[in-house]
């Protein structure tokens, strides 16, 4: 993506739907004379938001196909430009047959994301919001598409903008300390100001705990499945993947190469990862086996440290290298014991055999993932958004400190318009080309 296009109106086209066959696709033109464009594959006179039944053209003039071609007028378009949809057979043959016929009569392929770029350069989506479409497009789980929704639906962009208003007060108040010192009042200057901007402090305090949540559940968890041999971490995986994917057996040291499953808790994207069991042994396979564990162990955003409470001496020592924020540890066969002790918060009591206290580990995974406030994630984020919310954050607790030692008015300012730069990287307010061309270049073609 070559950051913002030298023209940006120019006519541009793409295939809106995943290739391959099926009943239908959509192809998209957007853009300066999309309509003449459209007429002439058409030879039809196109109506605004009419769907036309009609047949579409080759630069020859021969038929390609019949389908339906809805246009949208500027500025009442998902771009804001002309638009024109057609709605041709499901066939990526036919598609490219119509892609060359629109680009015989002037348009050329777009770019990916080209087509939500325009929308964001003509103010139909802000930034969060085009992030959200693609978000939305690739959620895996129900409650993933929901939130992206609530995103592209402009909830996250809302409360950023809320933020970015008191910044701006608050702002605004400083430059007025600046141009007008009150110099006879004895307070110290900005003194005012301090409580507005403690409160904003607050407000990204909880913007920031949504945003994590919310960035979490965007990125789903990898969940590594750890413990000593036999305990049983297959029968585990193979309860909560609900598929016979991983061999269980008696014998201790079956498993040797990581098994993985996709799965979802409660809406939450889960990869799960069955590994070796972790002892020392002669036996090669089974060592390269542990070493891939360890590397699992590593890289995993939890980890299940599972052991067999029929065992003498169940827990045996902790996975080395894991910190206990990643650690659950999971006390299995509880079928098999007369009594155990009561869980503490960061432990489960279950039987993969007989199903219990399955579904206290798999609320406890979510929790600790999603974090406290899990009930309440409000809009999907992305790893951008968060870093853009601390980078203000930090900005605001300096311009906190200037203002508490009440000279430093200058600094106090400067910080303040920092932190509104910061904010307004997440709706686009302030962006680079280069930000835009990473953020659209991920878009596939045709978004
Ligand atoms: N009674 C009882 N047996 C279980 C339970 N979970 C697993 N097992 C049995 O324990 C044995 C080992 O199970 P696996 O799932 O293969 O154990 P593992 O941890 O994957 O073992 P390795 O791959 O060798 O490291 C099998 O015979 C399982 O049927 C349980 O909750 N209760
Ligand atoms: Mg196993």
């Known amino acids: 993506m070559p950051g913002v296009p030298p023209s940006p109106d120019d006519p541009i086209c793409a295939v809106a739907t995943p290739p391959g066959r099926g009943a239908l696709a959509v192809v998209r033109l957007s853009g300066r004379g999309a309509r003449v464009i459209a007429g002439r594959v058409t030879r039809k006179e196109l109506i605004p938001r009419k769907a036309v039944l009609t047949g579409f053209r080759d630069g020859n003039g021969e038929r390609i196909d019949q389908g339906l071609a809805l246009y949208f007028q500027a500025p009442a378009s998902f771009t804001g430009e002309d638009l024109v949809e057609f709605h041709c057979h499901g066939n990526p043959v036919v598609c490219e047959m119509l892609m060359d016929a629109l680009c015989a009569q002037g348009a050329r392929r777009a770019e990916p994301g080209e087509f939500s770029l325009r929308a964001f350069l003509n103010n139909k989506l802000d930034l969060a919001q085009a992030e959200a479409i693609a978000d939305l497009i690739s959620s895996t789980t129900e409650q993933c598409v929901r939130t992206a929704g609530r995103s592209l639906q402009g909830a996250f962009s809302r409360r950023v903008k809320e933020v970015l208003e008191g910044l701006v007060g608050v702002r605004t108040g400083v430059e007025a300390c600046l141009d007008f010192p009150d110099e006879d009042s004895g307070a110290l200057p900005g003194k005012a100001l301090h409580g507005p901007l403690s409160a904003l402090d607050g407000e990204l305090d909880e913007l920031l705990e949504q945003a994590r949540s919310g960035e979490r559940l965007h990125a789903g968890a990898t969940v590594a499945i750890v413990g000593a041999p036999n305990v049983g971490k297959s029968s585990l995986i193979n309860a909560l993947a609900q598929s016979e994917i991983a061999i269980v057996t008696a014998l201790p040291g079956t498993t040797r190469d990581p098994v ?13 990862v069955d590994t070796a069991g972790l002892r020392t042994t002669g036996d090669e396979v089974e060592q390269l086996g542990i070493e891939r564990t360890r590397r699992i162990l590593a890289e995993a955003d939890l980890v299940l440290w599972l052991d067999d409470l029929s065992q003498p001496d169940p827990a045996g020592p902790a996975p080395e ?37 399955m579904e206290a580990l798999v609320e406890r995974i979510r929790e600790r993932v999603l974090g406290r406030e899990q009930a309440s994630t409000p809009f999907l984020a992305r790893a951008r958004h968060l870093d853009a919310l601390q980078r203000t954050q930090a900005h605001v607790r300096s311009a906190l400190q200037c203002l508490h030692r009440g000279q430093d008015l200058e600094l106090a300012g400067e910080d303040l318009r920092l932190a ?8 686009g307010e302030f962006s680079s080309d280069d930000l835009l061309g990473s953020i659209f270049s991920e878009f596939c073609i045709g978004k």
């Open 260 to 272: 993985v499953a996709d799965i979802e808790v409660h809406g939450l994207p889960v990869r799960l």
């Open 321 to 357: 290298g894991v910190e206990a924020s990643r650690v659950i540890r999971v006390h299995n066969k509880t079928d098999l014991v007369a009594r155990h002790a009561e869980a503490g918060r960061q432990e489960v009591y279950l039987s993969v055999k007989t199903g219990s206290g």
């Open 420 to 427: 509104q730069q910061a904010l307004g990287e997440i709706t």
